[in-house]
């Protein structure tokens, strides 16, 4: 079956430090990958994707690679800011519209 | 108004009232979607519509029952729930063009559910 696995949060990390939050799936087939972004009081937004293999997903500074051999799309940030904290969730889907999601990690970024 | 929105943002029901959830999409999109956001769960996909047609139906309980007038409009409405349905119900959109291409979900804000 399809799944998502991610890091528990919630992180705590100070302002210009590296972000990493580990995603690991299962997947029938070829999945595109993604990751969203919920901030407080609002809904889901895209922040990245890849669709294939090897593909590099980046915006607004975040990246995440698509490693087919290790089943893994982990999410990187080189220098996070006060206003990344939100909620990520790492995602897949198989076919139009079945996307699966991973638990949400938390992340705090204090001045 | 623009993107997907949800009222009300907030509700509080008793297991024995009937209430409903309201989504509205200003995206010209023809698919919407109900989510159930639990904490420490991943999302739950509850109904998928395309066209005003309901297409999925992830085993949930009848207390639930979903109602799509149009492509626009999304109402989930809710009887005799359970304090364990007590979560974030997210409404989404996109533009499906019936092919097996994802195409990206917008979300509405959510509507925050607790049943006493």
């Known amino acids: 079956g399809n799944s998502v696995t991610q890091m528990e949060g919630p992180v705590t990390l100070s302002e210009e430090a590296f972000l990493t939050i580990n995603c690991t799936y299962t997947a029938t087939g070829y999945p595109s990958l993604f990751w969203y972004v919920q901030y407080p009081g609002e809904g889901l937004q895209l922040l990245l994707k890849a669709t294939k293999a090897d593909d590099k997903g980046s915006n607004k500074g975040f990246e995440a690679t698509y490693r087919k051999e290790t089943t893994s799309f982990h999410l990187e940030k080189g220098s996070v800011q006060v206003s990344d904290s939100a909620v990520y969730f790492c995602?897949?889907?198989?076919?139009?519209?079945?996307?699966?999601f991973g638990t949400g990690t938390r992340l705090t970024v204090i001045p | 108004e623009t993107g997907v929105t949800q009222t009300p943002r907030h509700l509080v029901m008793g297991m024995t009232n009937k209430k409903s959830l309201k989504c509205e999409q200003h995206l010209g999109h023809n698919a919407m979607y109900w989510y159930k956001q639990s904490a420490k769960k991943p999302l739950e996909l509850m109904f998928v519509?395309?066209?005003?047609?309901?297409?999925e139906n992830n085993s949930v309980p009848s207390r639930f029952s979903p109602e799509c007038p149009n492509s626009s409009h999304l109402f989930l409405h809710l009887h005799t729930l359970q304090p364990e349905d007590s979560a974030l119900y997210l409404c989404a959109s996109s533009q499906d063009l019936g092919t097996q291409t994802y195409n990206e979900q917008f979300f509405g804000p959510g509507t925050r559910l607790t049943v006493l």
């Open positions: 519509y395309n066209f005003k047609e309901q297409t």
């Open positions: 995602a897949l889907v198989t076919g139009a519209n079945n996307l699966f």
